[in-house]
């Protein structure tokens, strides 16, 4: 396990050879969840110096890069490091445990391993999240994996993925919070794995959808009028450009989309004419 600057972020490289969490340094400091601001507040802080030096470690990193080879994330791992932004997870990563991220408070972004199984309850609760692809391997999702993520609009679900009561995967969200009409009691469990399910918003899913391909674009494109199919939004006000901008994994981007549309209706009109 290694410690660097990436990206101008503190960044921990974790190899899961070191048991992170401590539940008794982690009792210990139960009082004082709002971190110090300076040395003089670390001091005089009621607490063990190994408790101080514990969470003056955890709360050092901003960006966690889980690196090849490593296959879980115990639980409560990184629980209440608040600093974190950014995790990335290789792609030998399969499951995470209960809690692993909660109270990451400073999280926004994501990028889950495509070899992702399972997802244990908590394991991203109260983070700053605006959008979250679980990959298509995903088998399980328990409850309040997403909960209290209150900026997150974009959560892509597989279809086959189970959702381990599905009511309570993001209770107190977007659905919720900005939504009111989506109560957490009305099927918010169908709106996750069918989101813009409506044939009307084909494209929505298909950008939404795990790394998704210009041509399966191009095609729906083409059914739904051409780039103008871009600018339509969703019942929750998200357009497919920002499905795309928003997905970590999207390859293609609006204006190669578009582009690439443009020059294959110029192709079939020149054809036509020579014809």
């Known amino acids: 396990m290694r410690v660097a600057l990436v990206d101008g972020l503190v960044t921990l490289y974790y190899d899961g050879t070191k048991k992170l969490y401590n539940q008794e340094l982690s009792e210990e400091w139960r009082n004082h969840r709002d971190p110090p601001r300076n ?7 009621n607490v063990s110096d190994e408790c101080k030096n514990y969470w003056k470690e955890r709360l050092s990193w901003q960006q966690v890069i889980v690196v090849h080879g490593v296959s879980s994330i115990p639980e409560y791992t990184f629980h209440h490091c608040q600093n974190i ?4 997870f290789s792609n030998t990563a399969n499951w995470i445990g209960r809690s692993a991220f ?11 391993s495509i070899n992702l199984r399972f997802i244990g309850e908590n394991a991203f609760s109260n983070c700053n999240l605006s959008s979250a692809f679980v990959p298509p391997r995903c088998i399980e999702i328990r409850y309040w994996a997403f909960a209290y993520n209150r900026n997150l609009e974009i959560l892509n679900i597989p279809q086959r993925t189970k959702l381990v009561e ?26 996750l794995k ?16 795990f790394e998704p391909t210009l041509d399966l674009i191009l095609d729906t494109m083409k059914e739904k009028g051409g780039p103008k199919a871009f600018k339509v939004k969703n019942s929750i ?3 497919p450009s920002r499905y795309l901008n928003e997905n970590p994994y ?21 054809n036509t004419a020579e014809v």
């Open 237 to 239: 006000g998200i357009t």
């Open 102 to 112: 909660i109270y990451c408070k400073s999280l926004t972004s994501i990028k889950l």
């Open 39 to 45: 040395q003089d507040d670390w001091e005089r802080l």
């Open 85 to 88: 932004q950014r995790v990335i």
């Open 194 to 209: 069918n989101i813009n399910n409506d044939d009307k918003f084909a494209l929505h899913r298909v950008c939404a959808s």
């Open 250 to 270: 999207a390859k293609v981007t609006e204006k190669e989309v578009i582009e690439k549309y443009v020059l294959q209706m110029m192709g079939e009109v020149s």
């Open 166 to 191: 599905p009511h309570w995967i993001i209770r107190f969200t977007v659905l919720c919070s900005k939504y009111p009409h989506r109560r957490a009691d009305r099927g918010v469990g169908v709106w």
